[in-house]
């Protein structure tokens, strides 16, 4: 087991630079999953940590031992690959005891190691059989149960659930998660699927463009993304994101499309004036009433729109309305009315409201920022 | 950076010179007499020995015999069975992508194993074969002969060919089309031959190439009027001195059709690119 | 307007069982149908039968009143955007959307200046006026879902198939798509039938949702049906996210039995009973309490704006949704109750569904 440190990680390949100078610590035993868009550089990371990739600069360490220039066999990390990598014409069962045999362990060592693995995956019936004719999810299992049976000081899976179908992959998440809650070696998960990101990992990583957008808890990264990107990235859907400009010496923004916005002063005071800043919310932190019901107290987000389309969901319904050539999510709990293009107001609490500065990171609230400084 | 630039310059200069020399010796022979070869190695024009276009007068001249004749062959043959080769080939090579067929125990893979199979023997056993079938039906030194032989002996190449082209392209882009209002020979000629064109190309070139080299059986079952290219260079080759100008100079002409065909289809298979946007 | 009707509809591939087998089903003119179902299903062999790629083993598919047996694919009228989307990656976006307009069987009918102005009105519609120059392999997955579809609404046709056209979409972007679908069906009125194994299309999308398994229709009905009153232990599984917790259980003449707790449910014949409960009814406690089980928390995972605790009760593990930030550690014991007017049961054997939760 290890912790891994990456510092000023960057990786070319010809004249495209994948990964544009990362740094982060995994501690030993974390669940860390690397998340972001195709193309991102997150199997270029993967790789370069695995030793499959050389560092173009920047270095590598586990646990405080440079490793950015020990070869790949030696730094005793696990690798279970995208498209399984799984020798077709051998049993399940020489496929997950390749590695040991590998390692030279003797044939009662195998066969313990093997099954207990097995057992935990819950793969046992199948160690006999080849697994040509098997299901994606059994598969993975199996590239997984190879993956583990080596006790890796750390695991690194690379969009292990790509395969899958929706069905099947809810149920991997929580299998892995529970595997690495049994095992408790240090792993790193790449995904392009936020779901998989909030649902496994101890900590998200979010990357674009080759560089890092946030790492924080998934609590962290949904609730106070840091980055505009982060904020249209996760969530299901993701947040709402509307351009917004503070008049010079004015206290309340004013949202595309004609809302209004009067964030609280501890915020107001780090709003940039004149330039167009951005504006988010979750779609289910926010309230629609008919135009005419309204109530909505003043000092709140508010914006007038009209209802684009109504989704139900079974216990939700998704509400998308129209402002302006905007068009904004919005989540609500059970089966209201509403009809398309009736007149509505949406309105939001300013604790439930994100602003972002030109640039598209977050803009903090003056508490807030003391109490993280602190 | 730039030393390594120039060492591999170099390297390649030195290659390039080592590849183009067989095709400037038969240039400048072309245009020497026969002097300038049979009085050792001659290299500069110019310099060396003084050109002539001596070879190219007798050629397009009276002294050529019937040059043209053979030439024209050569096109019409080449041309018109490779063009068959391709037509037929397609359809069948369609076929076997599309539909699953079944005679007795065997099925697609054994159909086209059966046609690949033709290709397995060495030339020499179906041309002795041919031969035999060429006297019985008259049709040794006919025109007509000639590009059903090597029509037949470029159909596996382009079935076998054609086949993977065809498979390769998703049938639901086929599918898509009838629902669009196409009927079935029209899906074949608006979608599926113009995405399979690189294969419909390089099947087209490699049967081109087959029946312009061929000899064997322009040897075999010609004598004298549906004589090739080859046949003729050979002649040139038989008397006791060889007249190397001209053997030259036809060499020359008999790279220029395979050149232009290389050329003009090249751009056909250049769009194998689209394959990759059809998923 | 055109009514789609699907009756007794079998299709065998050779395999051990049918592909779709005995299927029907009606979908009234201008309305939006859903075919729910995992992979292998049988989806695209349905839709390809309806569209007449492969033909029905035995069954009749009638297009307004009329049966569409031995009519050509390209006869039907019915446009289909498939799977892998299938544009001519020949043409251009502007040549793929003309494409259907200038089909044989279409000759005459249009002139150049309306199939211009065709194509221009539909690429507005789906806002990919400025990709229309580009060739397939230059436009990204969701462009080409756009022209995908654009290509089979230009020529209006009676019916519009579609094969899981945003599954392969990130997130934001199918969102995005589904509502536009959703909104262009309605405006345009075309009857339409869409696959997807995704259920929250179907709830969300459909007039008409047929719940499709191993080749058999479960249930046949709107998205309140199926989502309120499953038919079957299928239908239940099938929709909600997350998933409905089906817990064994007993029934007799006091009540029914799960998870070791009577809950005052269903009083009926004794027997076993599958017991089906959604995460979000299922009540979840750190502390004891009245009528609950006790248990001990597996997992808990964020889905952001909510929580999924997953919680080992006697070695059954149950689903429990709560809101977000709640925390719950692996290990830590917790409480779970069933409200009995939150269950749905069916019989154990069948399947069947004996009894629906309440709605509130
Ligand atoms: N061997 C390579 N040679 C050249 N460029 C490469 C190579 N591998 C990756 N790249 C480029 O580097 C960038 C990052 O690639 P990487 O595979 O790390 O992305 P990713 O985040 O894993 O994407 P995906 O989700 O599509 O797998 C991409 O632009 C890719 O085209
Ligand atoms: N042409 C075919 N030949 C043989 N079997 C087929 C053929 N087409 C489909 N099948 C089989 O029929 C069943 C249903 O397939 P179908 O493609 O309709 O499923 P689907 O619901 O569309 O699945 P997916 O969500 O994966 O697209 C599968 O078991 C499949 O293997
Ligand atoms: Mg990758
Ligand atoms: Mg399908």
Redesign the interface.
Known sequence: MAGVNLRDVTKKYGRTEAVKGVSFDIADGELLVILGPSGCGKTSTLRMIAGLETVSSGSISFDGRPVTTVPPARRNVAMAFENYGLYEHWTVFDNIAYPLRLRGLDDGGVRRKVTAVAEQLQITDVLRTRPAGLSGGMRQRIGLARALVRDPSVFLLDEPMSHVDADLRNDLRAEIKRIHLEVGSTMIIVTHDQLDALTMADRILVMDDGRIEQLDTPAAVYDTPATTFVAGFIGEPPMNLLSARRADGGDVLTLDGGGRFAPPPSLLDAVPTGADVTVGFRPHRVRLEPTAARTTPAGDLGLDATVYMVEPLGDRTLVTVRCGDTRMKVDLPGTPEFTVDQPVRLTADRADVHVFDPTGRRIDRADTRRAAAA | MRAAGWGRRTVLFVWVLFALFPVYWTFITAFKQQVDIYDGPRFIPFVDFQPTTQAWRTLFGDGGGDFFDKFANSIIFSGVSSLLAVILGGFAAYGLARHSYKYGPYRNDDLSFLIVSQRIMPPIVSVLALYVVFVNLRLLDSSFGMILAYTAMNLPLTVYLLRTFFEAI?V??E?????????QW?RLAR?VF??A?PGLAAAFLLSFFFAWNDFLFSLMLTFNDAQTLPLYITSLNAQSQPLWWLISAVGLVALVPPAIVTVVLDRFMA?Q??????? | METLTVTGVTKTFGGPRPAVDELSFTLGGGEFGVVVGPSGAGKTTLLNMIAGLVPPDTGEITLDGASLAGTAPERRDIAMVFENYALYPHLSVRRNLEFPLRAPVRRGTLSRSQITDRVTQVAETLRIPHLLDRLPSQLSGGQRQRVSLGRALVRRPRLLLLDEPITHLDAKLRHEMRTELKRIQRELGVTTLYATPDQSDALALADLVVVLDAGRAWQVGTAADVYERPANVTVARTLGDPRINLLPGRRDAAGVTVLGQRVDADHGPAGPVTVGVRPGDVELSTEPLAGAAAGRVLLAQTLGYQDVVYVDVEGATVRATVPAGIVARPGDPAWVRLPAARLHVFEAASGQALRHREVV
């Open positions: 998703p639901e882009v599918h898509a089309a009838a629902l669009d209002g196409y009927p029209q979608v113009p995405l064109a769009r690119v689209l394959i990759g946007g059809m998923r």
